[in-house]
């Protein structure tokens, strides 16, 4: 989501390219470390969600490290502290703007992930703050491109809060019998895992839809309605994997970012 928001910038202000931003001498560097800074910031949210989880995981993600003690519990606490100061740290030397964005994505992830807030409790704000935060990444590289966010497309808001919020609630399915025991009021726990698949599904295939007449980009928004239909099957084929449906998830969300930026407009 970062490059998409450089790429949303590169678009929208059309003085500034995209080789300039990364490539220019006052500005390799720092974007060198922006996105070191948003890799640890990212490995701290999963470091405290994963302490968090540890017996809903010990159930559906028995893989995980500090579920098989891989990695002691001490070492893996002591872990996310440190990439949390290399995260702040990096964020601060590239300048004020990027390190509020970015603290302000790891403050969602831990009122997401950590007591006594906890969002991903609660099914509505479990998946807006996912969806907040890929706004929050898209948002950082139109910062660093652009240094500023007036010529930013406000109709991006609306697509992420209504259409990403939705279609998020795939990311409980493999998680059902650990949330069950452990009472998190997801879509599948409330409605039983295939209804909650279909419905996932559903979202997917509306969400695309919307997106392909949003954007009134006749080739692409074709291509988006076969990819809804895809995800639809991949969400409720009787094996389910995340994988898949992740990789075209975040492919299509990237690809729809970027031909909005070439294309500069929706449709009203």
């Not at 702040?88 to 950590?114: C, E, R, T």
């Not at 609660?122 to 807006?128: A, R, Y």
């Amino acid at each position: 989501m970062f490059a998409g928001g450089i790429i949303v910038g590169a678009f929208s202000s059309f003085h500034i390219s995209v080789k300039e931003a990364i490539l220019s001498p006052e500005k390799f560097f720092p974007f060198l470390f922006t996105i070191f800074s948003i890799m640890m910031a990212w490995l701290f949210s999963v470091i405290t969600n994963n302490i968090e989880d540890r017996n809903i995981d010990s159930v559906s993600n028995r893989e995980r490290p500090n579920v098989t003690e891989k990695i002691p519990s001490k070492i893996y606490k002591t872990t996310g502290w440190i990439v949390l100061s290399l995260s702040v740290i990096s964020a601060i030397s590239v300048n004020f703007s990027i390190f509020f964005l970015i603290f302000l994505f790891i403050g969602n992830y831990f009122l997401y992930s950590m007591p006594p807030v906890r969002c991903k409790r609660v099914i509505f704000f479990s998946k807006l703050v996912p969806s907040i935060n890929s706004f929050i990444m898209l948002l950082t590289g139109y910062v660093f491109l652009c240094d500023s966010l007036r010529f930013f497309p406000r109709e991006l808001v609306f697509f992420f809060l209504i259409f990403v919020t939705a279609s998020m609630n795939f990311i409980d399915i493999k998680d059902y019998e650990g949330d069950k025991i452990g009472r998190i009021k997801t879509l599948p726990v409330l409605m039983g895992l295939e209804k909650s698949k279909l419905l996932t599904g559903l979202f997917f295939l509306i969400s695309y839809i919307a997106a392909s007449y949003l954007l009134d980009v006749p080739p692409y928004g074709y291509l988006l309605i076969i990819l809804g239909a895809v995800q639809f099957f991949l969400i409720n084929r009787k094996h389910y994997s995340e994988k898949p449906v992740f990789i075209v998830y975040f492919i299509t969300l990237i690809l729809t970012v970027i031909i909005y930026g070439i294309s500069g407009h929706i449709k009203k």
